[in-house]
């Protein structure tokens, strides 16, 4: 299941998180530049603070209802 804004996530294997729980308020596509390697960026904010990381450094606890037109 992909990783969507607005979804409640975990970090893992961040024990230096005192609050490991967020709400994703970003993804980005990116290319490093040198490897022309290309990943998804995800911005969480967790305990007050925004942190950004690799998707697959997040597990989805929840996921929210969104609306279809």
Known sequence: MAIKIGDLVRV??????????????EI???VHDQS?????????LVGGKY?????DSFEIISTTEREKN
């Not at 893992?12 to 308020?25: E, F, M, N, S, Y």
């Not at 942190?51 to 998707?55: G, I, V």
């Open 36 to 44: 022309g390697t290309e990943y998804t960026a995800v911005t969480a």
């Open 28 to 30: 980005k596509q990116l």
């Open 51 to 55: 942190f950004t990381f690799a998707d």
């Open 12 to 25: 893992r294997g961040a024990d230096w998180l005192q609050k490991p729980l967020g709400i994703v308020t």
